[in-house]
């Protein structure tokens, strides 16, 4: 960030608009690939005063936009994550700023929730994994009693269906989770957590696509994408439409619903699935140019 950059940013401060100003800031910071110390305490120096001036949308778009940074400003990191999880999950589940002191710290301080957003993090250190056992988080008890029956339910509708439709051969067993222990399981946990966010940012670890595309699938009416991309993941048809009914549950709720969902599915190849992912990481600016799953649609929700 220039001088000329700051001074700029500086006008916005004086004409009152701390969420201009703050977007702009974090946007050229951003924008820099190798920042000096100089450029960092600037960024440190103009945002954290702001924090308390602005919309919880624009913390969550400066949480997102600094949680991939290793050269992010650490109080600033630290000062949004003591934010609710659902502003500062991206930081939590992602940022290289925060060291294994930082996320004993934020767990002792916040508990269950941004633990559960911590234990999304990769290569997390044994001992933090423990410690976000001993809470509980993996293991609460209305997690796996809700997720056994929405299983249990998702099975016997299944059945339903397929008696009116001919039997659904089941697909061989290509989950993504036995060569990743914790794929399904995370991208299951997180539907479950009821914050969007932690379940976007999973799917889009999964995917390897940026936070903005995942957030796409759920931006519209239109759910062939959200299938297009749990199709990609090789999950068999019961595991798709658990994690599809938790994400979108409105969409999901009686036998037609399930049929049409696994019609979606099996129309799809995998293939096709992968050329739509392909092109999602390749174009990121336009995630929904995608093949349209079987003609699923909202409307025949």
């Not at 976000?132 to 997690?143: C, M, N, P, Y």
């Not at 399981?185 to 995942?214: H, M, N, Y």
């Not at 297009?228 to 969409?251: G, T």
């Amino acid at each position: 960030m220039s001088q000329t950059s700051l001074l700029k940013l500086s006008s916005h401060r004086a004409a009152g608009k701390p969420e201009r100003l703050l977007r702009s800031a974090v946007t050229a910071f951003s924008a820099i690939a190798r920042p000096t110390r100089r450029e960092t305490a600037q960024l440190d120096d103009l945002a954290v005063p702001l924090l308390g001036s602005v919309s919880d949308e624009t913390l969550r778009f400066a949480a997102a936009t600094l949680s991939d940074s290793p050269y992010a400003p650490p109080t600033l990191v630290r000062r949004l994550c003591d934010m609710s999880v659902d502003i500062c999950a991206p930081l939590l589940m992602r940022s290289p700023v925060l060291n294994g002191i930082d996320l004993i710290a934020l767990i002792g301080r916040h508990g269950a929730p941004h633990a559960r957003a911590i234990a999304a993090r990769k290569g997390l250190d044994p001992r933090i994994v423990r410690l976000i056992a001993s809470l509980g988080v993996f293991e609460q008890d209305h997690t796996p009693d809700k997720a056994d029956a929405t299983r249990d339910q998702l099975l016997m509708m299944m059945r339903s269906a397929s008696e009116t439709t001919g039997p659904v051969k089941a697909p061989e067993p290509r989950l993504r989770w036995e060569e990743r222990p914790d794929g399904y399981r995370k991208l299951r946990s997180t539907a479950l957590a009821g914050v969007p966010t932690l379940f976007q940012i999973a799917l889009a670890d999964a995917l390897e696509i940026t936070l903005d595309t995942a957030r796409s699938l759920f931006s519209g009416a239109d759910v062939s994408p959200l299938i297009v991309a749990l199709r990609a993941l090789d999950l068999s048809e019961e595991q798709a439409f658990l994690i599809y009914q938790c994400a979108r549950p409105s969409r999901a709720g009686d036998v037609r619903a399930v049929r049409r969902f696994i019609d979606a599915f099996q129309s799809i190849t995998d293939e096709q699935a992968d050329a739509v992912v392909a092109a999602w990481r390749n174009r990121p600016a336009e995630p929904r140019t995608s093949y349209q799953a079987n003609e699923f649609r909202a409307s025949s929700g």
